[in-house]
C-alpha cells in the first residue's frame, strides 16, 4: 500500500512568490492535514480537509490555504512568501470516521525561500 | 487547549542499554497519545498510540510506552537501544475537540543518540 506522497521534495522560491505543495493521501483515506516545521517553532498545525471541506485550522495568516479534491488528494499554497515561510511542510493523512486511528506522514516538502 | 512537553532537547544512551524519552501532556477529557519518530530530511514515522485500555502500549521496532494518568506522562522506552534508533522523537496529542486524528500538538522533540 502506498504511503502519502508529497510534490515536490525540494523547492527554492524567492520573497513575494507564491507556491502550491501537493499531497496525495494512502489510499481510501479521506482526512489530509498540513503541518509546518520550522527549528524556531516546530511542528505546527496548519488545516485539515475532509471531503473537499476544511474541518479545522490552525493558527497561520491568511496567505496560507488549501483546498481538497474528491480524489482526497490535497493542495496548500502560500501567498506573497515571506523568509520565515521557509519549513518543512508535512501532510498527513488518516482514514475518516474513527478517532483511535493514527495519522500517517509524507516525506515532506523543504520550501526555501530566498 | 492541550499541550505536551519533552523537557530533554537530547538523549545520550549506549547501545545495548536500555532508553527512555520522556514526554508530559496537559488535555482536558481522555488523553490521545502518539509517539513519531524522524530520520534526517524525512517526514514522521509512527511509533506506537495510546487511546484507552492497558498502560503498556507496545509499538514498532521494539518500542513501547507507559501511560501513566496520575503523572500526565507518556514515556517511550526501549530496553536495549540500537544505532539505527538515533532520530528525533516527538510526542503528540490529539485535540480531544475535533473528531479526527489529524489535528495534532506536538511536543519539541527530543533528539536519541545512540553510540558503540
Known amino acids: 500500500k502506498a504511503g502519502v506522497t508529497q510534490t515536490p521534495r525540494y523547492l527554492i522560491k524567492t520573497r513575494g512568490q507564491q507556491v502550491t505543495l501537493s499531497c496525495s493521501p494512502i489510499?481510501?483515506?479521506?482526512?489530509v492535514s498540513w503541518y509546518q516545521q520550522t527549528p524556531g517553532q516546530g511542528l505546527q498545525f496548519l488545516f485539515e480537509?475532509?471531503?473537499?471541506?476544511?474541518?479545522n485550522k490552525g493558527n497561520f495568516p491568511g496567505r496560507f490555504s488549501g483546498r481538497q479534491f474528491s480524489n482526497s488528494r490535497s493542495e496548500m499554497n502560500v501567498s506573497t512568501l515571506e523568509l520565515g515561510d521557509s519549513a518543512l511542510y508535512l501532510c498527513?493523512?488518516?482514514?475518516?470516521?474513527?478517532?483511535?486511528?493514527?495519522?500517517?506522514f509524507g516525506q515532506g516538502t523543504r520550501l526555501t525561500v530566498v | 487547549a492541550q499541550s505536551v512537553a519533552q523537557p530533554e532537547d537530547q538523549v545520550n544512551v549506549a547501545e545495548g542499554n536500555p532508553l527512555t524519552v520522556k514526554c508530559t501532556y496537559s488535555?482536558?477529557?481522555?488523553?490521545?497519545l502518539f509517539w513519531y519518530v524522524q530520520y534526517p530530511n524525512r517526514g514522521l514515522q509512527f511509533l506506537l498510540k495510546?487511546?484507552?485500555?492497558?498502560?503498556l502500549v507496545k509499538g514498532s521496532y521494539g518500542f513501547e510506552a507507559e501511560f501513566n494518568k496520575s503523572q500526565t506522562s507518556f514515556h517511550l522506552k526501549k530496553p536495549s537501544a540500537l544505532v539505527s534508533d538515533s532520530a528525533l522523537y516527538f510526542c503528540?496529542?490529539?485535540?480531544?475537540?475535533?473528531?479526527?486524528?489529524?489535528?495534532?500538538?506536538f511536543g519539541t522533540g527530543t533528539r536519541l543518540q545512540v553510540t558503540l
Open positions: 498527513a493523512s488518516s482514514s475518516a470516521g474513527s478517532r483511535n486511528t493514527e495519522a500517517f
Open positions: 480537509y475532509f471531503s473537499e471541506t476544511q474541518r
Open positions: 495510546y487511546i484507552t485500555g492497558d498502560n
Open positions: 488535555v482536558s477529557g481522555n488523553p490521545y
Open positions: 503528540a496529542v490529539r485535540d480531544p475537540n475535533t473528531g479526527t486524528a489529524s489535528k495534532l500538538t
Open positions: 489510499s481510501g483515506h479521506r482526512s
